[in-house]
Structure formats: structure tokens, C-alpha cells
């Protein structure tokens, strides 16, 4: 912003220069920059923009206002005893309006609460909530869909998945979003947006975080994933970037590395707008103006807001650097009695004097192009299969605790044999083995919920469509369902010794399958639902009990009262027990004892029993199916309509 430019454009050229050098060093590429390069850069123009809210105390503070003027007889005059008038709609933003150039670099400034974020969300067109107004241009034409093929927004919060690498986190950007590009010139376009933001060295680094479950993958730092962050906005050559707060949890040095990124994307044509809350005057001088919001207005846009605020009066009377004075006399505005003056002072001038001399470049209007929706599955898949496989020790447990509740359920239900004394034993290992492996899943619940997280912030930026995103992970669980069941009924089933035959083992091991897979779509959907890690474990087990407690094993359909016994129809491992059930007694003799009374001679008597005779086991599978089927398409439409990012 003033002499100090130079300075820090020198650094910046050393920044830019080692990170090229890693860049063709690294992975061996050296091209030509400017044919993968398209920053064109452009002019935004915001017009009274406005955002209102629902004032969600509004009967509330009518009521306590009615109660006051009540209890004074009716005597309080609004107006002359200064009581606020009592709205509706709450205004966040107030006929807000300003323009930033092509390759400048803006700092949005302004007390906390001021408005910052919602005029980024707004001009990111990220808004979810609320009511706008108003109109933004870009080189003066408002462009619909258009705008987002030249706006990238770099969030607060760095969304990224920690097992990916810093170049297939940049990658899958650049699949989803350049359908134009070959794959080695997405490749090209990667890796030099990793020498744009100095992590060509880093490139196959894991992200790294606490996974889900709470395992510490080592990784990127702070500064680091907000590089990446900034990187996967920048992949699509995005000639306006938002940044909201991006040194925020940052030291100096890194927030300092981070801002110099960013000035050196201004100069190859990129307009840059960030928020930023207390910056260095370092960092302050990289900027080339500033737009100050107090309390939902703008107090002033340009690049001397330190003389702007000497001339309404406000001295830097202790020496302060720029941006703590202006956010000292930010919030003495605020306060003052003045404040509705001094802003329509600002308002005046900039419709007087600025607005009429904003000029505009043309701007050929190119509509985006977008991935088939199979593509889209293939990118997600590929990168679903590789998060769930890196997660070794969480795959590695799942695939021990299998072998562990075979071996255990065995030493319990060991040696089982075919008799009247173990009829009741065989039941209990039927019942018990549906109930661990419904039970499984709910230690995926964290794992649900993260994915959902991740999900949310990529919808946001439109890169793919709910159903493909979807499929990926629960096809990856659905498969290792199989396996995981498998080694759990293979060992067991063996050992326990229940009806030796191959089709009996084939059909009973079926419905243990789908008893798992519909257990892992029900807490997929309770998760996509509740989105909360506490309500999707009570709301799942609260179902959970209910269902084992109408399987038919403990209480047969006859012993309910009537009005309950629909309970059962409604209970996808009542079908899954009446299938196990099938599957071993059917058709089959059972030893009597010789000289006592012989309650079930055979299979078709105990199936009697349990009031399972109307069954046959396709039916009762084919009832589980649907019902896995059914929970598969609430967890779809729990993903693609419950706990949406709101903005
Ligand atoms: N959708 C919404 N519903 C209700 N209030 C909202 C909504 N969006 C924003 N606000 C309110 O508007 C005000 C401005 O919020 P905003 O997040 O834009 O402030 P900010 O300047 O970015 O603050 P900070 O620097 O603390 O992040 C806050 O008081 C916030 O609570």
C-alpha cells in the first residue's frame, strides 16, 4: 500500500522464484507457464446491497416492549424516549456499495460483528440464508451463473480430506472443475498452482489432521493447509478470489508467507478480496486498499484510510499502526452519535465522486463446463477407496474385532449340536450374532459425520452432485461389509457347529450380510439426519433396542397385543431372524430324547413356534432387501436435504 511495496515485492520474487525451482525440480516438469495460465482478471462492482434476516426474538422483544409501556400507563412515547423500533427482518448489510479493480488486492476491515463475512459470502454468492438485494457487476454486467466461473472463495475453516496428498487434494480440483484439460495438462495446471503457492516441495505430503476416531495423522501445518486451501480455489484459474479471514490461527510468519501468496496471484491479473482481522502492518502494507464495514455500513474504500480518518477527526494520537487505529476508531464510530452522519458522509462522496468514474473492461462471457455426473462418481470413488484404505488402523481393528467376536461367539455357542437341549443356544447364537453385527457400525458414526462435513464445504463450491459423492463411501463400506461378515460367520459358523450343509452356510451367511448392510445404512442415515455425533448415537440406539427387542426372539408376534404387533412388520431384523431361522430349522430333523417328551422333532414345529410359518426364506430376505434398499434412499435424502452448509 505504500513504500514498503517494494520490500516486500522483492520477497515475494524470492518466494515465487524458489518454489518454481522445486516445482520443475521435483516431478520433473518444465513448461511453458503462460499456455496453462489464464487468470484474465476482472472488476467487481457491488449496488446497495442489502441482507436482511428473520429477527427469530421478534415476539419476544414486542412482548417485553408491550409489558414496559404497560407498566407506565401507556405513557412511553417510541420516538422521544429513544426506544428502538422493534423490526421484523434484522439488518445485517445496509445498501452497501463499492468496487475493486482487476489485480487488486483488498483487505476488508472492521470490528468483529461489523459484516465482514456476510459481504464475502454474499460476494461469493455463498449466501444460503437471509434476504439480498442489490446487484454485484463484473466489469459492469451482472453475469449469472457465470460469476462462478471467475469467483473462487476460500473459506475460514480448511475443509480438505487429511489422507489425501497436497497434489491429489489439488488434483481432484482440477478433475472435477477443468473437464477442457488432457491429464497432463491437469497435471501441469497442479503443479503450477503448487509453485503459486509454495508447496511444490510438499507435494506428497499427506494433509494429515485427526482422523475419524481420533488417530493423529502427522501432516501439513497451519499455514500450510491454508496454502492448499487457497490452491484448490485457485486450480480453475479464478480471476476473483475471497478469502475469509485466512491468517486467522496463524503466527505471524505464516500469515506473512500466506498474504505474500496472494499478492503474488495479484500480479498476474487475479483481483483479491480478504477479510482480515487484526493484520500486521507487514501484512497491511501488501494490500492495495482497504474497505472498512462498521456495523453493517461501509465507512470507506481506497488506500489512505489513515488520512480518510484524520479528516473526520480521528488522530493517531499513541502511535498506532495503521490497522489498530482503524479498528480503535472503528469502534469509536460505532458508539458515536455521530455515526449515522459520518456514513452518509462516505455514502455521498463514493456515489458523487466514485461511482461515476468506474469504467469497464469488456468481458467475453464463457458459460462453465461441467463434469458428466459418471466422472464425477469415478474422481470421488477413486478417492474414497484411497481415504479408506489409508485409514490402516481403523481398517486393520475393524478386520480384528471380526475375527475376535467369531472366536468369541464361539467359546459361548461352541459345538452346538442338533438336539432339543441346544435348541435354545442355537436361537441365542442366531439373536446374537444379528445383534454384534448391527452393533459394528455405530463405531463408524464419526467417520459418517466427517464425511458429511467434507461434503458440505465441497457442495458449496458446486464441484459435484450429491448422488456420486454418496456412492463412493458406502459402496467402499458395503464391500468391506462383506468381508468384514464373512470372517465373522465363517469362523464362528464353523466352530459352533450349526447346520453343516453349504447351502445352509450360503443362506444364513446372506442374511447376516444384509442384516449388516442395512445396520451400516441406518447409521449413515441417523448420521446424515442428526448431523451430531451425540444425537445420531441416541437416536440409533433408542431404534437399535427396539428392533432387537421385536426380532421374535425374545417375544413372539402372538404374545404382543395386538395393537403392537405391527411393530414387527416395521423391524428389517425381524425378517433377518425369521430368514437365520429358515435357513437352519427348515425341513430339518431334531434329536429327541428317549425317554422324555419331545417338545420339536423337527425344524417345521420350532419355526410353528415363533409364528414364522408364513414364511418362506426368499420372502423374508427379500423383505430385508427392500428394507436395506429403503435406508439406502433415506440416507441419500438425509445427505442431500438435512444439515446443508448455512451461511
Ligand atoms: N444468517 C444470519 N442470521 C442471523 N444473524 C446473522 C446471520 N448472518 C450474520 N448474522 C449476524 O450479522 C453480524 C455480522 O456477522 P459477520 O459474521 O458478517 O461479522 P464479521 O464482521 O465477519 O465478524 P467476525 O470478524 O467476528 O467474524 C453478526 O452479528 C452475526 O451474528
Redesign the pocket.
Known sequence: MDSKDNVSNKNNTEVLKKSNDGFNGVQGFNFDRKNIEKYIGVQITFENLS?K??N?KYKKQLKEQKEKINSNGGAIDLESDGIKKIEKE?T??NNVSGVVEKGEMVALM????????????ILAKR?S??KITGKILVNGKEIGDAYKKYCSYVT?EDTLLETSTVEETLKFYADLKLPDLNEDEKMKRVYQVLSDVGLSERANSKIGGILPGGMILKGLSGGEKKRVSIGCALVTNPSLLLL??PTSGLDSTSALVVMRVLKNLTEKGVTVVS?I?QPSQKIFNLFNKVIV?VK?RILYIGSDVKGYLDSLGFINQEDLSTPDFCLDACNDIAKSSDFENIITKWEKHYREEIAPTICNDNLNIEIPKTVSIFYQYKVLQERAFKNFFRNKVGLLSRIVIAILIGLLLSTAFGGLENNQEDILNTLGYLFFFSLILHLIPFGSITLFLSIRTLFNAERASKIYTTLPFFLGPVLIEMVFGVLISFIAVIISYSISHLRWDVSSFILTYIVYLFIHLFSVLMIVSISNITGTVDLSFTYATGLSITFLLYTGFFITIDQLPRSFQWIHYLNPLHYGFVGLMIAQYKDREIECPINSACLYPNGNALIEHYSFENYTYGEALGILIVWTFAYFCLALFGLHYFNKE??
Open positions: 441482507y434476516v428473520e427469530r434484522k445485517i448489510l472492521g470490528q468483529s460483528g461489523s459484516g465482514k463475512s456476510t459481504l464475502l459470502d449466501k440464508t437471509g475460514q475469509d479471514e477479510s482481522h464495514v453493517g448455512k451461511r
